[in-house]
């Protein structure tokens, strides 16, 4: 069966220290992959998206990822994370071509310290 | 340009009751899927309409049923609901003209004792 690997549950940082935040799959086919963030109190935000094409994408708030066929990984990255960017990271793929359902992992818990 | 909306925001039933949650895409939209968020975990895909026909579902009895209408709106019903339904369950829009990028509501909070 498909599934999404998140396997930082939590992760507390300074601010201005760099953010990584791993995410693997088990499909070997084709796939469109998708970072979310979720504030608190707030709904399920897009932060970036890989369809296909340069596999280093870069989102909003200066957030970027890499995709890594090889590895089955598309993890997130921040260079200097702020207090704003504390929330809950969630991977998602899709992995079925022509519907929209997605696969989520299990999210991580992002806490920044100002 | 109003995104996705879901109502109501809280609810609570008792087991055994029957409830209806529901969906007003983002404009533009003419798809919709559900997830259900359980407490510390991601969201889990329990199906998904366009052209008011379920054409896609996860793994959820059928207990979990649901409808699209003309204008591209959406129910979630739930019937014989258990302690285990408790969670938050998220409406999805997207475009199927479009890519397969997905919009998501706030969510509707579901408790059930």
């Known amino acids: 069966a498909q599934s999404v690997s998140q396997h930082n549950h939590h992760v507390i940082l300074s601010e201005a220290a760099s953010l990584e935040l791993g995410c693997n799959y088990s499909?070997?086919?084709?796939?469109?992959l998708f970072w979310y963030v979720q504030y608190p109190g707030q709904h399920l935000q897009l932060l970036l998206k890989?369809?296909?094409?340069?596999?280093l994408v870069k989102g909003i708030k200066g957030f970027e990822a890499e995709f890594i066929k090889s590895k089955f990984s598309f993890n997130l990255r921040k260079p200097s994370v702020q207090w704003s960017d504390t929330a809950e990271y969630f991977c998602?793929?899709?992995?079925?071509?022509?519907?929209?359902?997605?696969?989520f992992g299990t999210g991580t818990r992002l806490k920044v310290l100002a | 340009d109003a995104g996705v909306t879901q109502s109501p925001t809280h609810l609570i039933k008792t087991r055994g009751q029957q409830v209806t949650l529901r969906c007003s895409p983002k404009?533009?939209?003419?798809?919709v899927s559900w997830y259900q968020q359980a407490l510390g975990q991601g969201p889990q895909f329990i199906f998904q309409?366009?052209?008011?026909?379920?054409?896609q579902r996860g793994n959820f009895p059928d207990r979990f049923s649901g409808h699209q209408f003309p204008n591209y709106s959406s129910e979630l019903n739930v019937n014989a609901l258990l302690l285990g339904d408790s969670a938050l369950y998220l409406c999805?829009?997207?475009?199927?003209?479009?890519?397969?990028?997905?919009?998501f509501g706030p969510g509707t909070r579901l408790t059930v004792t």
């Open positions: 999805a829009s997207s475009w199927r003209g479009g890519s397969y990028e997905q919009y």
């Open positions: 499909y070997g086919g084709t796939v469109n």
């Open positions: 890989y369809f296909s094409g340069d596999p």
């Open positions: 998602a793929v899709n992995a079925e071509s022509g519907t929209y359902k997605y696969i």
């Open positions: 404009s533009g939209h003419d798809t």
């Open positions: 309409y366009y052209e008011e026909e379920e054409r």
